[in-house]
């Protein structure tokens, strides 16, 4: 179902217009430049083409006293790309708080024994105090470097997660690891991702990928035997489960997925991966750092993938199996055939419930385009989407998604958001626990987006009737017919009534 771009393209300029004259003059020139409706129209013929170039801009420093929703370079590396890796300790390394804050992860899935063998929802920090500060902390990491090796013998490995601090007094955190891997013979990785750099955190998951290339790769022998169908899943973190349901769908149709990373990752399939024959992505903004770097120097080709929704699955297990020839696609045709059956049966059940039901997003990462066609499965329309902290490429690639007429909006400030709600009442918002309470204060449906609200997984064939379900719980939930007040029902002559006496 498509919008109709007069009308509805018109309203979405008219409530950036109104939301932009709030601001002073300054700050509405710099935001006007984040804010956008998707135009995709072919003007000769009228034709939809796509978005090749998205008028978006996005990378951008945020303005400092706007209500931002983004991570810092921090968050980026310790909670999206490190901390999932499970057999790895990693410590924060600064103050108690940023560790803290990121204790436990956003429910990246593993398998194994918590404290033995996986340490992924274990807070490791070095506690900064004062006299950290003023006298620096390299023989403090030390000696916390041997407690965890007397503590933890079987992990396997460590990572130096550096907070602020930590770039400010300029600690060694390369030198000590370099001391301390020679000592216990185990890999340990400074990770230089101190949350002042860069405008979000995605120059984080740049920095976490340049760690693995030069303190991961290339470090030793790695014994392990490759074969013709050896695939990386790449940049999947296993929420709820997704990075499951995503490996049952390749082995399915040939596959041998020898890394998932990072959710339930192992270090040792981060050492594995240049001998894969290919890297699969599935957060593209997050990974496609170090998926180009495997194919400049192992020669190893990467494409993304999206399995949300049955059209997605389809097109993209075909694009992987063409990559490996008439074997792997006969064996996909038949896996697409095996799972039409429950794909039919989801899509009858929900989609009279769910058809022409409006959808609002704001995600981090790949959703703000990945989820888009999972919604038009179910006949669904999306009328607005945006990122935390996109670039420009992540917008050009939103452009294949989005129809016409659809609100656009890069890293979004509070107000920015919660007035576009309000102008376009959707039926549905998908974003983030900080935008969740709010929007359900307006009586507006919401699912968190992040973490898929503490249900998953939403990949796969399996995950979409799950997704399914989800979203017909939110919408249809019989709370939002008892959401006006009993007051606000009474007539107004009662109360007039009553005002009279």
């Known amino acids: 179902m498509g919008l109709d771009y007069e009308n509805d393209g018109a309203l979405h300029a008219k409530l950036i217009e109104d939301v ?28 939809d083409k796509g978005l090749s170039e998205c008028g978006v801009k996005s990378n951008i420093k945020s303005i400092p006293g706007v209500m931002t929703i983004r991570g810092c370079a921090y968050a980026g590396s310790k909670g ?29 899935y593993y398998v194994g024994t918590t404290g033995i063998d996986t340490f992924v929802t274990m807070q490791f920090t070095s506690d900064f105090q004062e006299k950290d500060i ?32 930590i770039g400010l007094i300029g600690d060694d955190i390369e030198a000590v690891s370099r ?20 405008v979000s955190q995605s120059l984080g998951h740049h ?27 790449v940049g999947d973190y296993n929420i709820g ?32 991966a240049p001998k894969a024959k290919l890297n699969l992505i599935h957060c593209y903004r997050s990974m496609n750092y170090i998926c180009r770097h495997m194919e400049e120097k192992y020669g190893i080709a990467w494409m993304e993938y999206n399995f949300f929704g049955p059209t997605q699955i389809e097109a993209s297990l075909r694009n ?16 697409i055939a095996k799972y039409r059956p429950l794909v039919d049966a989801v899509i009858a059940k929900y989609r009279p419930r769910l058809e022409g039901n409006t959808v609002m997003l704001y995600v981090g990462g790949l959703r703000p385009r990945h989820v888009i066609t999972a919604y038009e499965d ?30 656009l909006y890069d890293d979004v400030t509070g107000y920015e958001l919660e007035k576009f709600i309000e102008g376009i009442r959707p039926d549905l918002v998908g974003s983030g626990i900080k935008e969740k309470y709010p929007v359900q204060k307006m009586g507006i449906p919401f699912r968190q987006m992040h973490s898929w609200d503490y249900s998953g997984p939403y990949h796969g064939y399996d995950g979409f009737a799950i997704f399914a379900r989800d979203m017909d719980l939110a919408i249809n939930n019989p709370v939002w017919g008892l959401y006006r007040a009993p007051w606000k029902k009474m007539k107004d002559a009662p109360l007039r009534a009553v005002a009279a006496e």
Request: proline content about 4%.
């Open 20 to 47: 932009l004259s709030q601001y002073p003059d300054k700050a509405a020139k710099r935001r006007k430049k984040h804010l956008s409706v998707a135009t995709s129209k072919d003007e000769a013929g009228g034709e």
């Open 80 to 108: 999206v790309v490190w901390g999932p890796v499970k057999d790895m300790v990693h410590i924060s390394h600064g103050p108690v708080g940023c560790g803290q804050y990121s204790w436990s992860q956003r429910r990246n």
């Open 134 to 165: 003023v006298f620096g902390g390299d023989k403090k990491l030390e000696k916390i470097i041997d407690e965890i090796e007397d503590l933890f013998p079987l992990s396997g490995g460590i990572s130096v997660q550096s907070e602020c601090p």
């Open 179 to 198: 001391k301390k891997a020679k000592e216990h013979e185990k890999t340990i990785v400074p990770v230089r991702c101190e949350g002042f750099r860069g």
């Open 207 to 233: 920095i976490a990928n340049d760690a693995i290339r030069d303190w991961v790769f290339d470090k030793g022998d790695v014994a392990f035997e490759s074969g013709p169908y050896d695939v990386n899943v």
């Open 241 to 272: 489960g997704d990075a499951w349901a995503s490996r049952i769908l390749l082995e399915e149709i040939g596959l041998r997925v020898v890394g998932n990373w990072s959710g339930d990752a192992t270090l040792a399939e981060i050492e594995r």
């Open 320 to 335: 992987i199996a063409k990559h490996f020839g008439p074997e792997i696609e006969e064996k996909t045709e038949k896996v």
């Open 378 to 407: 179910l006949a669904m329309v999306i009328v607005g989407t945006g990122y935390e902290f996109a670039h420009n490429d992540d917008y050009q690639r939103t452009g294949h998604y989005v129809k016409n007429g659809t609100l």
